[in-house]
């Protein structure tokens, strides 16, 4: 709805979506649902009668970014106006968390697995009738309808909930349960759709995508999951997020190094390199096991993109520990990294440890590294000019320039390409880098 809209008695509502990728997927089914019934969607809270938060809240920075934006709608509410504010996603379904007492005058807490009453909750607080709800069964999470909150061009796919795996820093498996992988038929049925609606790019992702059939089969099914999804028409690029070390197979390296539409780039969380940290966080490969299967993709996936996530100053690194975490960052030179100081979430394992490293350590630590990083990416872009690249163009040009991405770089979280004279947005096609600034590239569609 636009602001000039006239007035209608169909509730209106609006969204705000905060979080990774997999809340986003989320969202956008939130605001299928809200479509489905008959709702209005107000891109402008101040617009609404009920704004829906959809939080996030695995980490003490995410929670109080959560609360804060909470708060905003809360001082929102005028009579008249906004009535009532509901809090949904992760932060609503974790322990500990009393989130009335951080932000009272909300109307409502709908944690994930209440999220089939959503409609009739907004209903309810803006003191509508509940409506039809009876009947309305649908599982919203998983088969509901997604109203897109990317660039066109590209598509989050979810293709599980939940992780089994015992990181001793994460309070993921507590929030979001075990690891449930979704129905392959249903993945493709999705995938088809998205490729119909004009998707050129599938981003897969879960909390522990290479966990995929586990559950349901009993062996790891990523890799003919992925290669199921290559034969949707229309889909030219698909990029994994989220593999956990551990659970790469044979099968999967295979996979990426066969020049088919899986991309060879791999989102790989390794958290850590150094033996005895990744031994307190219980990752199971190690230090020696993640080298050598970093070692492994390199050899085997040519020209692969490598992107990691890491967290500094958690017990048990030491000195020695972090100068072994930073030397192999300087040796092995991921193209694509992200550094997190360590969170010490109380309902953790590691939280309630008792040799905590001071917050000005993990932050000197984690701009150390960042340090380092910014040369090798830096160093990266700058190599790529003169090359030519395919690249999904996100947005309309302005000017004749559009925003985009090569191949190489996944959506919001890496760099962004510049390309002059593209023919149409959400189209992929070569692109000649003629120069890097930083981060970010500059290029000229000569497809
Ligand atoms: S694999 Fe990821 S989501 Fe699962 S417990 Fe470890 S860090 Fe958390």
């Not at 909300?106 to 209440?114: E, G, H, Q, T, Y």
């Not at 000019?385 to 996100?394: D, F, H, M």
């Not at 959400?426 to 569609?445: C, F, N, Q, S």
């Given at each position: 709805m636009d602001r000039g809209s006239p007035p209608t008695d169909r509730l209106r509502v609006s969204l705000v979506s905060l979080g990774c990728p997999k809340n986003l997927v989320d969202s956008e089914r939130v605001l299928g649902a809200f479509v489905d019934r008959d709702l209005v969607i107000c891109p402008h809270p101040e617009d609404a009668e009920v704004v829906v938060v959809n939080t996030?809240?695995?980490?003490?920075?995410?929670?109080?970014?959560?609360v804060g934006k909470i708060r905003e709608m809360v001082a929102l509410k005028r009579p008249g106006g906004l009535r009532a504010v509901v809090v949904a996603g992760c932060l609503a379904g974790r322990k500990?968390?009393?989130?009335?007492?951080?932000?009272?005058?909300?109307?409502?807490?709908?944690?994930?697995?209440?999220?089939?009453?959503?409609?009739?909750?907004?209903?309810?607080?803006?003191?509508?009738s509940p409506g039809g709800?009876?009947?309305?069964?649908?599982?919203?999470?998983?088969?509901?309808?997604?109203?897109?909150?990317?660039?066109?061009?590209?598509?989050?796919?979810?293709?599980?909930?939940?992780?089994?795996?015992?990181?001793?820093f994460c309070t993921i498996p507590s929030i979001k349960g075990r690891h449930v992988s979704r129905p392959e038929e249903e993945i493709l049925a999705e995938a088809a759709t998205l490729a119909a609606n004009g998707t050129r790019e599938l981003v897969v992702i879960g909390q522990d995508t290479t966990f995929y059939g586990r559950d349901t089969a009993g062996e790891f099914r990523l890799a003919r999951l992925l290669g199921r999804i290559a034969e949707v028409p229309g889909i030219d690029w698909i990029r994994l997020m989220y593999a956990y070390p551990a659970y790469v197979t044979e099968e999967?390296?295979?996979?990426?190094?066969?020049?088919?539409?899986?991309?060879?780039?791999?989102?790989?969380?390794?958290?850590?390199?150094?033996?005895?940290?990744?031994?307190?966080?219980?990752?199971?490969?190690?230090?020696?096991?993640?080298?050598?299967?970093?070692?492994?993709?390199?050899?085997r996936v040519g020209g692969i993109v490598l992107r990691t996530t890491l967290i500094v100053g958690a017990p048990g690194e030491g000195e020695a520990e972090f100068a072994e975490l930073l030397d192999f960052v300087r040796e092995f030179r991921f193209e694509r990294l992200g550094v997190f100081t360590?969170?010490?979430?109380?309902?953790?394992?590691?939280?309630?440890?008792?040799?905590?490293?001071?917050?000005?350590?993990?932050?000197?630590?984690r701009a150390a590294i960042m340090e380092r990083q910014q040369e090798i990416a830096f160093?990266?872009?700058?190599?790529?000019?003169?090359?030519?690249?395919?690249?999904?163009?996100?947005?309309?040009?302005?000017?004749g320039v559009s925003d985009g991405r090569t191949w190489r770089d996944a959506p919001e979280i890496d760099g962004a390409i510049r390309i002059r004279k593209a023919p149409a947005?959400?189209?992929?096609?070569?692109?000649?880098?003629?120069?890097?600034?930083?981060?970010?590239?500059?290029?000229?569609?000569?497809?």
């Open positions: 996030c809240g695995f980490l003490a920075a995410a929670v109080e970014e959560s500990g968390i009393d989130i009335p007492a951080l932000a009272p005058g909300i109307d409502a807490v709908v944690p994930l697995d209440r999220y089939d009453d959503l409609v009739k909750v907004c209903r309810e607080t803006a003191g509508r709800e009876a009947d309305y069964r649908r599982d919203l999470l998983t088969r509901g309808e997604r109203i897109p909150l990317t660039p066109k061009g590209y598509a989050y796919l979810k293709i599980s909930e939940g992780c089994n795996n015992p990181c001793a999967l390296i295979d996979l990426l190094a066969a020049g088919g539409k899986l991309l060879p780039w791999l989102d790989m969380p390794v958290q850590h390199v150094s033996d005895p940290v990744l031994r307190r966080m219980k990752r199971p490969l190690g230090g020696p096991r993640t080298r050598a299967l970093l070692g492994k993709l390199r050899e360590f969170s010490p979430e109380p309902d953790t394992p590691l939280g309630r440890a008792d040799d905590q490293v001071p917050e000005k350590v993990r932050q000197e630590r160093a990266d872009a700058r190599a790529q000019v003169g090359r030519t690249i395919p690249c999904l163009v996100e947005t309309k040009h302005r000017r947005h959400g189209v992929i096609g070569p692109v000649r880098v003629t120069a890097a600034k930083g981060y970010d590239l500059e290029g000229e569609w000569i497809g």
